[in-house]
């Protein structure tokens, strides 16, 4: 069985400084996609990450996708409050469903 | 487009009784996933419809939960009876290709459904 990590759980901080979300896994993934999910609605997708060792900026979000293809990296720069959410690593599992990771709840303070 | 729709937002009842949640995906879309959503077990897909017909259903969790997709416009998810254990998020989902085709997935706001 496929299976995406996540951490840390959960991660409170302070408005201006820098964090990194890690989602891993044991198995080879083909693609893995970052979503966020702010409370009570649902999940949106971030970025799709295809190639290993490929990195992707979106704003002051950088995520990397592992050399193996078997884990990934969300960065958030100078993060604010609006950037607090669920943030969801997801991938394909063989059979083409997404499987998605427990997911990190990120709480940032002003 | 208005993104996927769900009803309703929020559901409340009693066990044993049925609960019908529906869903209207984006138009052109032909992909329709039902998700769930629980702090215990995270967000698990319990079915999901290429051109209206279900393809793989092994989510689902016990025979008490159905789903149908009568047309390309509209879905839904029959849970009966229903249980407290049933309590959670549901999430409706539409695509142009399945997550192996690396399509993104659009999400409607969920159904909140509360079993007393």
């Known amino acids: ?110 | 487009d208005a993104g996927v729709i769900q009803s309703p937002r929020h559901e409340v009842t009693e066990m044993g009784q049925e609960v019908t949640l529906r869903c209207k995906p984006i138009s052109g879309h032909d992909y329709l996933f039902w998700y769930r959503q629980t702090m215990m077990r995270g967000l698990e897909l319990l079915i999901y419809f290429n051109n209206n017909v279900p393809i793989d259903d092994s989510g689902m969790p016990e025979d008490r939960f159905s789903a149908k997709m009568p047309n390309a416009s509209f879905s839904t998810l029959k849970i009966q009876p229903s249980e407290p254990r049933d309590s959670a998020v549901y999430f409706c989902a539409s695509s142009l290709g399945s997550g192996q085709s690396r399509e993104t997935q659009y999400f409607g706001p969920g159904t909140r459904l509360l079993v007393l």
């Not at chain 1, 964090?19 to 970025?47: A, D, I, K, M």
């Open chain 1, 1 to 110: 069985t496929q299976l995406l990590e996540q951490s840390p759980q959960f991660l409170s901080i302070q408005e201006g400084e820098n964090l990194t979300v890690y989602c891993n896994s044991s198995s080879v993934f083909s693609s893995l996609q970052w979503y966020r999910q702010e409370p009570g609605e649902g999940p949106v997708l971030l970025v799709t990450v295809v190639t290993g060792g490929e990195v992707k900026k979106l704003k002051r979000l950088t995520f990397q996708f592992g050399d193996a293809r078997k884990d990934s990296s969300l960065h958030i720069t100078a993060a604010q409050p609006g950037d607090t959410g669920l943030y969801l690593c997801a991938g394909p599992d063989l059979t083409g469903k997404l499987i998605f990771g427990q997911g990190t709840t990120l709480q940032v303070k002003p």
